[in-house]
């Protein structure tokens, strides 16, 4: 019932089957809705439907391609995400920003702005292109298995993640365009649980930089919010061996 009502909170469109919350409260019934889903789950006969993708306009013209799963698979996403999301939140680092509780692009800029005032003026501006297309699911579902024993949680993600993806045509004839059990790659963006699994594989660069010592070495900062990041520079010719060490 509570992701229910937080994903109906964030509204959206309806998936592939055309459902929207509005059918599912008059004609389905929300708790004949909900009691159903829930069955399916703990009797592990769960299966999400295809993905809808739409594209949506980006600020430099090109389109971005939003994967938008059933109301139904949504909630499964976020009564999943609701129990597995504080484990991984013991974990994160507090340079990462994107996607995370109490966390906003604000607090980033904030970050950035007091890093700079600081000396560290030398910036590194990266945006990694077409993440969360391109999210190997081994290594992800690796790192997810690295905080996460339930075989059925696993299970379900990897049933996330293989979805297909259903996209339409001009004319309206609509056409599996990704995913399926062949695909290796790519997490919908705008599935509910994508944000999170975006962040639990990019944890792992920010892991890599605290491991290797990187902010004493080179005398550098870095700041992330999900795909999109910077590394702020204070030493000299410090860009140059951010290069190299990446």
């Known amino acids: ?5 937080l994903v109906r909170a964030n509204k959206g469109s309806p998936g592939v089957d055309g459902m929207d919350f509005e059918d599912i ?34 600020a430099d013209g090109n389109l971005r391609p939003l994967g938008i799963p059933t109301i139904r698979d949504r909630v499964a996403q976020m009564a999943v995400k609701l ?38 003026t030398q910036v590194i501006d990266a945006d990694l292109s077409k993440y969360f ?15 996460i024993v339930d075989s059925a949680i696993l299970h379900i993600i990897k ?3 293989k979805a297909p993806v259903i996209g339409e045509d001009k004319d309206g004839t609509k056409k599996t365009v990704g995913g399926g059990k062949a695909n290796s790659q790519g997490t919908p963006q705008g599935g509910v649980i994508s944000p999170l699994l975006s962040n639990c594989y990019l ?19 870095i700041v992330r919010y ?9 030493g ?7 290069a190299g060490s990446a």
């Open 1 to 5: 019932m509570f992701a229910y009502r």
């Open 25 to 58: 409260e008059q004609k389905t019934g929300m708790d004949t809705f909900l009691l159903e889903l829930a069955q399916d789950l703990k009797d592990k006969t769960y299966h999400p439907s295809p993905v809808r993708r739409v594209m949506i306009p980006k």
């Open 83 to 120: 129990v597995i999301e504080p484990i991984f939140e013991a974990d994160f680092c507090p340079n990462s920003y994107g996607f995370r509780p109490k966390k906003s692009a604000h607090d980033a800029v904030d970050e950035i702005a007091a890093a700079l005032h600081q000396g560290y």
């Open 133 to 147: 297309d391109s999210i190997p699911h081994a290594k992800l579902l690796a790192v997810v298995a690295e905080r």
């Open 159 to 161: 049933l996330w993640l």
């Open 203 to 221: 944890h792992l660069l920010d892991r890599i930089w605290e491991k290797h010592q990187l902010r004493r070495k080179l005398k550098a900062r």
């Open 226 to 234: 999900a795909d999109d990041f910077v590394v702020l520079c204070a």
């Open 236 to 242: 000299a010719g410090c860009g140059t061996a951010c």
